[in-house]
């Protein structure tokens, strides 16, 4: 017999089972919120940033940003 431990996982530990595949569900579902996503610049960030970095001079700069703004 049994001795009253329950079914399949014997002394009375067969919610651990489904306790830890919830606790698994949830930790997936919270660390996918609160992951950092990468800041997507747009095309004038990056040429203020290219031109205060000294990789382009003022005309390029101003011409670039000129062709963005059409």
Do not use: H, N, Q
């Not at 660390?31 to 990789?55: H, M």
Request: proline residues 1%.
């Amino acid at each position: 017999m049994g001795y009253g431990y329950g079914m399949g996982w014997g002394m009375g530990f067969g919610w651990i089972v489904p306790l830890l595949i919830l606790g698994g569900i949830f930790w997936f579902l919270a660390g996918r919120g609160s992951e950092r996503k990468a800041v997507e610049k747009d095309a004038e960030t990056i040429l203020k940033e290219r031109f205060a970095k000294g990789e382009i001079d003022e005309e390029e700069y101003r011409k670039c940003k000129a062709l963005l703004k059409e």
